[in-house]
T-cell receptor
Framework: DAKTTQPNSMESNEEEPVHLPCNHS???????IHWYRQLPSQGPEYVIH???SNVNNRMASLAIAEDRKSSTLILHRATLRDAAVYYC???????????FGTGTSLTVIP | NAGVTQTPKFRVLKTGQSMTLLCAQD?????MYWYRQDPGMGLRLIHY???????AKGEVPDGYNVSRLKKQNFLLGLESAAPSQTSVYFC?????????FGPGTRLTVL
Protein backbone atom coordinates (compact mmCIF):
# COMPACT_ATOMS: atom_id res chain seq x y z
CA ASP A 1 0.00 0.00 0.00
CA ALA A 2 1.26 3.43 -0.91
CA LYS A 3 2.15 5.42 2.17
CA THR A 4 2.04 8.75 0.33
CA THR A 5 -0.18 9.98 -2.49
CA GLN A 6 0.63 12.84 -4.84
CA PRO A 7 -0.85 14.24 -8.05
CA ASN A 8 0.82 12.76 -11.12
CA SER A 9 1.67 16.10 -12.69
CA MET A 10 1.49 19.85 -12.17
CA GLU A 11 2.38 22.92 -14.17
CA SER A 12 3.62 26.30 -13.07
CA ASN A 13 4.62 29.50 -14.76
CA GLU A 14 8.19 30.59 -14.35
CA GLU A 15 8.85 32.91 -11.38
CA GLU A 16 5.53 32.05 -9.74
CA PRO A 17 5.10 30.06 -6.51
CA VAL A 18 4.35 26.35 -6.69
CA HIS A 19 2.51 24.32 -4.05
CA LEU A 20 3.02 20.57 -4.35
CA PRO A 21 0.61 18.59 -2.13
CA CYS A 22 1.07 15.20 -0.50
CA ASN A 23 -1.26 13.04 1.56
CA HIS A 24 0.11 10.61 4.14
CA SER A 25 -2.90 9.65 6.22
CA UNK A 26 -1.24 6.61 7.87
CA UNK A 27 1.70 8.57 9.26
CA UNK A 28 2.67 7.85 12.84
CA UNK A 29 4.01 10.28 15.39
CA UNK A 30 7.68 9.52 14.84
CA UNK A 31 7.72 9.33 11.03
CA UNK A 32 9.62 12.06 9.21
CA ILE A 33 8.37 13.67 6.00
CA HIS A 34 10.98 14.13 3.29
CA TRP A 35 10.90 15.69 -0.16
CA TYR A 36 13.38 14.81 -2.86
CA ARG A 37 13.44 15.69 -6.53
CA GLN A 38 14.76 13.75 -9.49
CA LEU A 39 15.95 15.01 -12.84
CA PRO A 40 15.94 12.63 -15.84
CA SER A 41 18.67 9.98 -15.69
CA GLN A 42 19.87 11.13 -12.27
CA GLY A 43 19.49 9.98 -8.70
CA PRO A 44 17.10 11.82 -6.39
CA GLU A 45 18.31 15.01 -4.71
CA TYR A 46 17.39 16.19 -1.22
CA VAL A 47 15.02 19.15 -0.99
CA ILE A 48 13.73 19.40 2.58
CA HIS A 49 12.43 17.37 5.50
CA UNK A 50 10.44 17.88 8.69
CA UNK A 51 8.67 16.17 11.56
CA UNK A 52 5.97 18.43 12.99
CA SER A 53 6.80 22.09 12.45
CA ASN A 54 6.99 23.98 9.19
CA VAL A 55 10.51 24.14 7.78
CA ASN A 56 12.33 26.56 5.51
CA ASN A 57 15.62 26.26 3.67
CA ARG A 58 17.26 27.96 0.72
CA MET A 59 15.49 25.68 -1.76
CA ALA A 60 11.94 25.48 -0.46
CA SER A 61 9.48 25.51 2.42
CA LEU A 62 7.61 22.58 3.91
CA ALA A 63 4.19 23.16 5.41
CA ILE A 64 2.92 20.30 7.58
CA ALA A 65 -0.74 20.05 8.53
CA GLU A 66 -1.56 20.14 12.21
CA ASP A 67 -2.74 16.50 12.16
CA ARG A 68 0.34 15.58 10.04
CA LYS A 69 -1.82 13.69 7.54
CA SER A 70 -0.77 15.96 4.71
CA SER A 71 2.03 18.31 3.75
CA THR A 72 2.84 20.81 1.02
CA LEU A 73 6.16 21.57 -0.59
CA ILE A 74 6.39 25.22 -1.56
CA LEU A 75 8.80 26.51 -4.19
CA HIS A 76 8.66 30.26 -3.81
CA ARG A 77 9.65 31.23 -7.36
CA ALA A 78 9.75 28.43 -9.89
CA THR A 79 12.61 28.44 -12.37
CA LEU A 80 13.15 26.26 -15.42
CA ARG A 81 15.75 24.32 -13.43
CA ASP A 82 13.03 23.30 -10.96
CA ALA A 83 11.35 21.10 -13.58
CA ALA A 84 11.68 17.59 -12.13
CA VAL A 85 9.76 14.77 -10.48
CA TYR A 86 9.16 15.63 -6.83
CA TYR A 87 8.79 12.77 -4.37
CA CYS A 88 7.07 12.95 -1.02
CA UNK A 89 8.62 10.32 1.23
CA UNK A 90 7.91 8.93 4.67
CA UNK A 91 10.86 7.86 6.78
CA UNK A 92 9.58 5.30 9.23
CA UNK A 93 11.37 5.55 12.52
CA UNK A 94 11.40 1.78 12.80
CA UNK A 95 14.43 1.24 10.60
CA UNK A 96 15.58 4.28 8.70
CA UNK A 97 13.55 3.15 5.72
CA UNK A 98 12.30 5.58 3.09
CA UNK A 99 8.92 4.94 1.47
CA PHE A 100 8.62 6.84 -1.80
CA GLY A 101 5.35 7.89 -3.42
CA THR A 102 4.93 7.84 -7.19
CA GLY A 103 5.95 11.48 -7.45
CA THR A 104 4.63 14.65 -9.09
CA SER A 105 6.14 15.66 -12.41
CA LEU A 106 6.50 19.45 -12.34
CA THR A 107 6.56 21.33 -15.63
CA VAL A 108 7.70 24.95 -15.52
CA ILE A 109 6.39 27.09 -18.35
CA PRO A 110 8.61 29.97 -19.51
CA ASN B 1 34.79 14.27 -2.99
CA ALA B 2 33.28 11.88 -5.52
CA GLY B 3 30.22 11.36 -3.30
CA VAL B 4 28.38 8.12 -4.14
CA THR B 5 29.57 6.17 -7.17
CA GLN B 6 28.06 3.08 -8.76
CA THR B 7 29.64 0.43 -10.98
CA PRO B 8 28.68 -0.48 -13.69
CA LYS B 9 26.46 2.19 -15.28
CA PHE B 10 24.76 -0.25 -17.65
CA ARG B 11 24.52 -4.03 -17.84
CA VAL B 12 22.59 -6.59 -19.86
CA LEU B 13 22.19 -10.08 -18.42
CA LYS B 14 20.56 -13.26 -19.59
CA THR B 15 18.04 -14.99 -17.35
CA GLY B 16 19.84 -17.09 -14.76
CA GLN B 17 23.13 -15.20 -14.85
CA SER B 18 24.58 -13.63 -11.74
CA MET B 19 26.18 -10.28 -11.14
CA THR B 20 27.26 -7.86 -8.44
CA LEU B 21 26.62 -4.12 -8.37
CA LEU B 22 29.15 -2.04 -6.47
CA CYS B 23 28.37 1.12 -4.54
CA ALA B 24 31.13 3.23 -3.02
CA GLN B 25 30.96 6.39 -0.91
CA ASP B 26 33.77 8.62 0.31
CA UNK B 27 31.80 10.61 2.88
CA UNK B 28 32.39 8.21 5.80
CA UNK B 29 28.65 7.64 6.18
CA UNK B 30 27.45 4.80 8.38
CA UNK B 31 24.14 4.18 6.59
CA MET B 32 23.89 2.85 3.04
CA TYR B 33 20.93 1.73 0.93
CA TRP B 34 20.03 -0.08 -2.30
CA TYR B 35 16.85 0.87 -4.18
CA ARG B 36 15.25 -0.11 -7.43
CA GLN B 37 13.17 2.15 -9.64
CA ASP B 38 10.76 0.78 -12.22
CA PRO B 39 9.29 2.94 -15.00
CA GLY B 40 6.89 5.61 -13.76
CA MET B 41 7.36 4.64 -10.14
CA GLY B 42 9.13 5.87 -7.09
CA LEU B 43 12.13 4.12 -5.60
CA ARG B 44 11.65 1.00 -3.49
CA LEU B 45 14.13 -0.07 -0.83
CA ILE B 46 15.77 -3.46 -1.40
CA HIS B 47 18.29 -3.74 1.46
CA TYR B 48 20.09 -1.34 3.71
CA UNK B 49 22.97 -1.25 6.17
CA UNK B 50 23.41 0.77 9.35
CA UNK B 51 27.14 0.09 9.59
CA UNK B 52 30.05 -2.06 8.51
CA UNK B 53 29.21 -5.75 8.80
CA UNK B 54 25.45 -5.20 9.18
CA UNK B 55 22.63 -5.52 6.66
CA ALA B 56 18.83 -5.56 6.83
CA LYS B 57 15.92 -6.24 4.49
CA GLY B 58 13.90 -3.45 2.99
CA GLU B 59 10.58 -3.41 1.19
CA VAL B 60 11.49 -5.70 -1.78
CA PRO B 61 14.46 -7.93 -0.77
CA ASP B 62 13.57 -11.18 -2.58
CA GLY B 63 16.08 -12.27 -5.21
CA TYR B 64 18.87 -10.03 -3.91
CA ASN B 65 21.71 -10.34 -1.42
CA VAL B 66 24.00 -7.66 -0.02
CA SER B 67 27.27 -7.34 1.83
CA ARG B 68 28.95 -4.48 3.70
CA LEU B 69 32.47 -5.76 4.44
CA LYS B 70 33.98 -2.26 4.34
CA LYS B 71 32.31 0.92 5.55
CA GLN B 72 32.72 2.67 2.21
CA ASN B 73 31.33 -0.15 0.03
CA PHE B 74 27.91 -1.73 -0.26
CA LEU B 75 27.49 -4.60 -2.73
CA LEU B 76 24.22 -5.81 -4.24
CA GLY B 77 24.17 -9.32 -5.70
CA LEU B 78 21.76 -11.07 -8.02
CA GLU B 79 22.40 -14.81 -7.84
CA SER B 80 20.05 -15.83 -10.66
CA ALA B 81 18.73 -12.88 -12.60
CA ALA B 82 15.09 -12.80 -13.76
CA PRO B 83 13.38 -10.47 -16.26
CA SER B 84 11.39 -8.99 -13.34
CA GLN B 85 14.67 -7.59 -12.03
CA THR B 86 15.03 -5.33 -15.06
CA SER B 87 15.18 -1.91 -13.44
CA VAL B 88 17.34 1.06 -12.57
CA TYR B 89 19.23 0.50 -9.33
CA PHE B 90 20.22 3.37 -7.07
CA CYS B 91 22.57 3.32 -4.14
CA UNK B 92 22.52 5.94 -1.40
CA UNK B 93 24.34 6.80 1.78
CA UNK B 94 22.97 9.00 4.50
CA UNK B 95 23.96 11.38 7.27
CA UNK B 96 21.76 13.45 9.54
CA UNK B 97 18.44 12.60 7.84
CA UNK B 98 19.71 13.34 4.33
CA UNK B 99 20.30 10.64 1.73
CA UNK B 100 22.88 11.12 -1.03
CA PHE B 101 22.18 9.12 -4.16
CA GLY B 102 24.46 7.69 -6.81
CA PRO B 103 23.83 8.09 -10.55
CA GLY B 104 22.19 4.68 -10.94
CA THR B 105 22.83 1.40 -12.76
CA ARG B 106 20.50 0.45 -15.60
CA LEU B 107 20.10 -3.33 -15.63
CA THR B 108 18.26 -5.28 -18.32
CA VAL B 109 17.59 -9.00 -17.92
CA LEU B 110 16.65 -10.79 -21.14
Amino acid sequence: DAKTTQPNSMESNEEEPVHLPCNHSTISGTDYIHWYRQLPSQGPEYVIHGLTSNVNNRMASLAIAEDRKSSTLILHRATLRDAAVYYCILELNTGNQFYFGTGTSLTVIP
Amino acid sequence: NAGVTQTPKFRVLKTGQSMTLLCAQDMNHEYMYWYRQDPGMGLRLIHYSVGEGTTAKGEVPDGYNVSRLKKQNFLLGLESAAPSQTSVYFCASSYDNEQFFGPGTRLTVL
